[in-house]
């Protein structure tokens, strides 16, 4: 507390109790409960400004403490209200207590923050030099504190009373039609020539007719968001004046990051910038798209020991986070702490932050960053920890969606597969089988040393749903082709394009020395590093990128894209841009021209590509086969012998045990059965082989003629290359090039 502070005020109990924890508006006030079992004393702080570019403090002690909550009336509290919380007691690192009543914490419960975190000494309990770097041995004692006062060096909580969302509104989209849209809301529209320039970049800006207009036209139904949870940047980002652009460092579970709102709702306060995000998913409901959140629960943004001390670890680190006997973080997210999934009320707190985003905004579905850490228990990943169990059965979650990034990095981490349903989780694996069949192997054939490749056999695992992945669990709950999220990028690696232009990462721009991000990139740079290449390379480029869309939207399974990726977005090699606030995240929207002119060879690419996307989700939504709900059974479906799924070599015969284990393999065709359902049967080519082959088309009984709907050769749909010409008769021969994928309608 400020040595100027006034005394504080006793809190009653009347009209308070343990729950709900945080701040909420009651009458004569608002109740209190503040999580902070080891603590002495715990204090709210209602601030106002000092006229001094400082904060005054009206200090409102919780005398009631029960379970381990302090809790109490705060008489005269209003919405709109900023607070923070001191927090006493006992400075024993070892327990893992780290005490420090000079430290404004901020409420871990609370639904609005305003101002800014200024990293500088005063929000360290240790003595800290000019590169914010520990000065000097840890304080052992509370005698050793520095005693800096952060009230004006971080962001406070605000009081907020808003209304729920209407759950009416949401689309709810059957997993099967789902076509996800993974973007960040800042690079979204940063450079939108149709979003006016005070909503560039904006979570209003979202919902613009322009933006909409984009997703409805690609065929996507969901937008997945990167984080929006209010965030803070680490120290080391700090240090050098960068900021963490991703936001994956969490500052509060409960509240929307403000610096994505627009200049008018930051000025008018934190209810605003609430009113802003919930238009905008109330807005999008309405066109008829899910709006989706990456969630980070896994960490926050103090970080490891010698972070600053913003809200968690002045409260009572030995609770929320998971420390050693030593009172050493047990860092299992690479980010410097993990919270502790044994501890109950860190599994509360984060349904609290679950069911507040359903409930307050609207939120349809949310994808769970490192979700490994959050279901350990004292032996490693535990599938009915008690945190899944509970999201699973949460009636405030029901009818959301939940997906797992089925990994963390400690032991035991990678979990792919192992979640409970209703989870869904990121597929690594297809995007990895896909990478390595049209690119990593491509790269290796085009070298000529004459290594094999990978062969056909897990290329076809995941294009039929990843069957060995997710299969009913031993309880008999099915899980299905539903639960694979499948996707080629994601915000973390190399963009579409950027993989078929570099085999090496190239992140110098993030200042660590090109040492951040990882190396298995698999990736085929046509045989030149970078983009000054000659136009027969770009257009092999251009074809590659439409074999990866190709499959991974025509796959079995639930797809999911990257921002930017259907116009080919580059960021210059870079695979790990999460510090960049700049044109390398951001969407290019170049290629849009209000006068209808093509604007260059590059803005033709981009238009064309955009179509191919558009024509690709088309086909999904056209034909019931590409969006199974069950897994392929392998067993005849149709008197003539024919079955749900099937597998063929080049020469349009089954393929046997040999194919599926020779290396060498690069073409597979892929049959699925419409007839039974009523809709119309289709063949997939894939030919990563380097050079043009024959392909011979199944013959009966499979089909009586083959038409060919679309494929990768041609830039744009119904061009004039392979998309043009009669049926092929069953058993006929199809020409196609190198590297190509086809997809043929059958004739029955």
Not at 344 to 365: C, N, T
Not at 457 to 462: G, K, N, S, W
Not at 574 to 579: G, Q, R
Not at 584 to 606: E, I, K, P, R
């Amino acid at each position: 507390m400020p040595p100027d502070a006034p005394a504080p005020t006793a809190v009653p109990a009347g009209g308070s109790g343990p729950w709900p924890l945080g701040v909420h508006v009651c009458r004569g006030g608002a109740s209190a409960a503040v999580l902070a079992p080891h603590a002495e004393r715990v204090a709210v702080a209602l601030l106002s400004p000092d006229g001094r570019g400082g904060w005054r403090e009206e200090a409102h002690d919780l005398v009631e403490r029960t379970h381990g909550v302090w809790h109490g009336v705060v008489p005269g509290m209003h919405p709109g209200q900023r607070y923070g919380l001191r927090a006493y007691g006992p400075w024993d690192p070892a327990r893992g207590l780290r005490y420090d009543p000079s430290k404004l914490l901020l409420d871990p419960w609370a639904r609005g923050v305003e101002g800014e975190l200024g990293m500088g000494p005063p929000v360290f309990s240790h003595a800290v030099d000019a590169d914010l770097r520990p000065d000097g041995p840890a304080p052992a004692t509370a005698d050793d504190l520095p005693g800096l006062d952060s009230a004006a060096h971080v962001p406070h909580g605000v009081l907020l009373d808003a209304a729920p969302a209407d759950r009416a509104r949401r689309p709810r989209v059957p997993w099967a039609d789902t076509v996800v849209y993974e973007a960040h809301v800042r690079g979204l529209t940063m450079a939108h020539p149709g979003v006016p320039e005070g909503l560039r970049g904006t979570y209003a800006a979202l919902a613009h007719p322009t933006v909409v207009e984009h997703l409805l036209g690609l065929g996507v139904t969901a937008l997945e968001l990167l984080p929006v949870h209010a965030a803070a940047s680490e120290v080391h980002l700090a240090r050098r004046g960068a900021t963490n652009y991703w936001g994956y460092n969490t500052l509060a579970f409960l509240a929307p990051e403000p610096r994505y709102a627009t200049a008018a709702a930051r000025a008018a306060g934190a209810h605003a910038v609430a009113a802003e995000l919930a238009g905008a998913v109330a807005a999008l409901h309405d066109a008829g798209l899910e709006v989706w959140l990456d969630v980070v629960y896994n960490h926050t943004c103090e970080g490891g020991r010698d972070g600053p001390t913003l809200s968690w670890r002045g409260l009572d680190a030995s609770l929320y986070y998971r420390l050693d006997s030593h009172g050493r973080d047990v860092d299992t997210t690479g980010c410097g702490n993990s919270l502790d999934s044994g501890e109950p009320r860190v599994v509360q707190m984060w349904l609290d932050s679950l069911r507040h985003w359903a409930l307050a905004y609207g939120i349809d579905g949310f994808r769970f960053d490192l979700a490994t850490t959050l279901a350990r228990g004292p032996l490693g990943f535990d599938p009915d920890h008690p945190f899944l169990v509970a999201a699973r059965t949460d009636p405030a979650l029901a009818d959301v969606k939940l997906v797992a990034e089925p990994w963390d990095v400690g032991d035991g981490g990678w979990r792919t597969g192992s979640y409970p349903p209703p989870f869904a989780e990121w597929n690594d694996r297809f995007r990895d089988g896909v990478r390595t069949f049209w690119l990593a192997d491509a790269a290796a054939a085009r070298r000529g040393h004459g290594e094999p490749g990978h062969g056909v056999r897990e290329l076809a695992t995941r294009l039929a749903g990843s069957a060995d992945l997710f299969t009913p669990t031993s309880s008999g709950e099915e899980r299905g082709p539903h639960a694979s999220v499948s996707y080629v990028t994601a915000h973390d690696g190399f963009t579409l394009a950027d993989s078929t232009a570099f085999e090496s990462k190239h992140n110098e721009a993030n200042g660590e020395g090109n040492r951040d991000g990882h190396g298995d990139n698999r990736s085929f740079n046509h045989g030149v590093e970078g983009w000054d290449v000659d136009a027969a390379t770009a257009a092999a480029r251009r074809r590659s990128a439409r074999n990866l869309l190709g499959t991974q939207l025509l796959a079995t399974g639930v797809p999911m894209l990257t921002a930017g990726d259907e116009t080919g977005r580059t960021q210059g090699g870079n695979n790990n841009a999460y510090c960049l606030d700049d044109p390398t995240t951001w969407l290019d929207w170049s290629w849009l021209d209000a006068a209808g002119d093509d604007g260059g060879a590059g803005t033709s690419a981009a238009r064309d590509l955009r179509a191919v996307v558009a024509h690709l989700a088309r086909l999904r939504r056209e034909h019931p086969v590409l969006r199974q709900d069950r897994v392929f059974a392998g067993r005849p479906v149709h008197l003539d012998g024919t079955t749900d799924l099937a597998w063929f070599a080049a020469d349009g015969t089954a393929m046997d045990h040999d194919r599926w284990h020779d290396p060498h393999q690069r073409t597979l065709q892929m049959f699925l059965h419409g007839d039974p359902v009523g809709s119309q049967s289709l063949l997939l080519v894939l030919h990563g082989g380097a050079r043009p082959a024959r392909v011979v088309l199944p013959d009966a009984p499979w089909a009586r003629a083959w038409s060919l709907l679309w494929s990768s050769v041609d830039e744009a749909p119904g061009g004039t290359g392979r998309g043009a010409g009669e049926p092929v008769p069953a058993g006929g021969g199809a020409d196609v090039p190198e590297l190509s994928l086809h997809v043929f309608r059958a004739q029955r």
